[in-house]
């Protein structure tokens, strides 16, 4: 049964910083592509970063290229999110999402097999 389990999530101020952790149970987590996406209340689901199954390769969405960095522990079979900079518009549940094998090209949320339950990040002065 994959489990796929998101914590670190919380309230910050603007210019802060969170880290978002996921940790990956009953899969082979090297055969994964993972990804984080968000969603905004009254909003769609949004991708937000992807990462390839061994670190090699990352995308992002553009408005978090340079303040988001996301990487990989495939021995503890961890997906991480770095989020420095923090902006009221970052304010979200975040997912984490699981891709049987595939490249950091494809980065809809219907290419993604599994999802964590999410994780609430809030960015409030």
């Known amino acids: 049964q994959v489990q796929l389990v998101e914590s670190g999530g919380g309230l910050v101020r603007p210019g802060g910083s969170l880290r978002l952790s996921c940790a990956a149970s009953g899969v082979t987590f090297s055969y994964y592509t993972m990804g984080w996406f968000r969603q905004a209340p009254g909003k769609e689901r949004e991708f937000v970063a992807v990462i390839s199954r061994f670190g090699g390769n990352t995308a992002y969405l553009d408005s978090v290229k340079g303040r988001f960095s996301i990487s990989r522990d495939n021995a503890k079979n961890t997906v991480s999110l770095q989020m420095n900079s923090l902006e009221l518009d970052d304010t979200a549940i975040y997912y984490c999402?699981?891709?049987?094998?595939?490249?950091?090209?494809?980065?809809?949320?219907?290419?993604?097999?599994?999802w964590g339950q999410g994780t609430q990040v809030t960015v409030s002065a």
């Open positions: 999402a699981a891709k049987l094998y595939g490249g950091v090209g494809a980065t809809s949320a219907p290419d993604f097999n599994y």
